[in-house]
């Protein structure tokens, strides 16, 4: 199969439907697979995107911290 013209995935895109399955789901229910299958492509092709499990798990958090807001701390 041909690669499309407009990807398909993103690494943004990939995170937040990783953070909208963790909200849903609990963290127990992300896995690569699940996630693919959630974002209608094969696990493989999350790969182009983080490199592992890990990766995405950090990103997603990373994605969460950054929307904290600590300015009343400051």
Do not use: Q, W
Request: with cysteine; proline share 4%; aromatic share 2%.
């Amino acid at each position: 199969m041909a690669r499309p013209r407009t990807p398909l995935l993103s690494r943004d895109g990939i995170i937040a439907a990783a953070l909208a399955l963790v909200d849903a789901e609990g963290l127990e229910a992300l896995s690569t697979r699940r996630l693919a299958a959630e974002l209608g492509v094969s696990g493989p092709s999350l790969y182009n995107h983080v490199a592992t499990k890990d990766e995405l798990i950090d990103a997603v958090v990373d994605c969460v911290v950054a929307g904290v807001d600590v300015s009343a701390f400051g």
